[in-house]
């Protein structure tokens, strides 16, 4: 495998130097887009937040000071992900205003009706089967609760499609795939939203 190859597989689960060197790079260029996606959160004040595919935790973060009132829990697959959130989110931790844990958005660990929020950014074209992982995140929303999903691919750009071929197991969605998903799993209300001028996307649904 060519080493451009190597790196840009390395979104999919980041590992070793080029995982490391990855997960700092998406810190900084998902800020933006992450940004416009939090701003379509419901303005309300959530106990408790799951950031799911956290990467390097950067947005994991920037929830916790845009709530201050939530607790925020952030799940990654990958080691290095875990490692470089909980690096970047220290304080927090430290204040017990986050945990970072190692875990698979197919199979949480985690109970039922807790969440107030879940958040999924950059992340669910990796995800084993959307209807399957979107159960589970459902599961784990409290009634009411909130999912968002924020996308630098609204399913039909070129560049993400040239993506999808060089990655194993990217799968790139529009905004109908991953409503009809959300729907499929249980979720009501779905809105969305396309960024004007490039094909970022949000998608919010309600349990
Ligand atoms: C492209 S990165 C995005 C990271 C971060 N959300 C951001 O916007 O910068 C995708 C992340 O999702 C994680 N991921 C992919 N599939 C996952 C799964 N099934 N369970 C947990 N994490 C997953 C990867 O390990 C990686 O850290």
């Not at 260029?29 to 309300?44: C, E, F, Q, T």
């Not at 399913?155 to 009809?180: N, R, V």
């Amino acid at each position: 495998m060519g080493l451009y190859k190597k790196f840009v597989c390395q979104t999919r689960k980041p590992e070793g130097a080029l995982g490391k060197m990855m997960v700092n790079g998406m810190n900084s260029g998902h800020a933006k887009m992450a940004d416009w996606g939090i701003s379509h959160l419901p303005k309300s004040e959530p106990s408790k937040i799951l950031e799911l595919g956290c990467g390097g935790g950067r947005n994991a973060g920037e929830l916790a000071n845009r709530f201050p009132s939530a607790r925020v829990t952030a799940i990654d697959y990958s080691e290095v992900s875990v490692a470089k959130s909980k690096e970047y989110n220290k304080d927090l931790i430290a204040s017990g205003r986050m945990s970072v844990k190692q875990g698979d958005v197919s199979d949480l660990r985690l109970p039922v009706d807790t969440y107030d929020i879940a958040t999924a950014f950059e992340t669910i074209y990796f995800w084993p089967g959307l209807e399957k992982c979107f159960t589970e995140v459902y599961r784990v929303l409290k009634p009411g609760g909130v999912f968002m999903i924020v996308n630098e691919s609204d399913g039909m750009d070129d560049t993400s499609l040239k993506f999808e071929k060089i990655i194993d197991g990217m799968k790139c969605y529009t905004i109908e795939q991953i409503g009809a998903a959300l729907k499929a799993a249980g979720f009501s209300e779905v809105t969305s939203d396309h960024y004007d001028g490039k094909p970022w996307i949000t998608v919010i649904a309600v349990k």
